[in-house]
């Protein structure tokens, strides 16, 4: 017996979760915790330090991976680095899936 694994969908694990929500939808970027706090603040300038992937997600926790169309609709592109630099500086929620309270 072989255990299918979606292709779109992507593992993570001790994973801080930033959060945008952008043309009615919501994008989700997997990083560090404590980089892109510094990220915003000018102290980290290395963006692969910060992520711990280049995907933008629709949902980390499932591994789901925001589709073509809808990035490009929401931010005019579909260039993934770019799109995770957005993410990533916005004032959007940062959180830890890994904390259960």
């Given amino acids: ?8 969908q992507i593992r993570l694990t001790n994973v801080a979760v ?3 929500k952008r043309a009615g939808k919501r994008f989700e970027i ?11 603040s000018g ?12 995907s933008v997600f629709v949902n980390v926790s499932k ?4 589709k073509k169309e809808d ?9 993934q ?5 957005q993410v990533g500086s916005s004032s959007s929620s940062i959180t830890d ?3 259960h309270l």
Avoid at 30 to 40: I, S
Avoid at 43 to 54: A, F, I, M, P, Y
């Fill in 1 to 8: 017996m072989s255990i299918f694994t979606p292709t779109n």
């Fill in 18 to 20: 930033v959060r945008m």
């Fill in 30 to 40: 997997a990083c560090y915790k404590n980089k892109v706090v510094g990220w915003r």
């Fill in 43 to 54: 102290v980290e300038k290395d963006l692969d330090e910060v992520l711990q992937t280049h």
């Fill in 63 to 66: 591994g789901q991976v925001a």
């Fill in 71 to 79: 990035l490009l609709s929401a931010f005019g592109t579909d260039d």
């Fill in 81 to 85: 680095t770019e799109i995770c630099k």
């Fill in 97 to 99: 899936p890994n904390i």
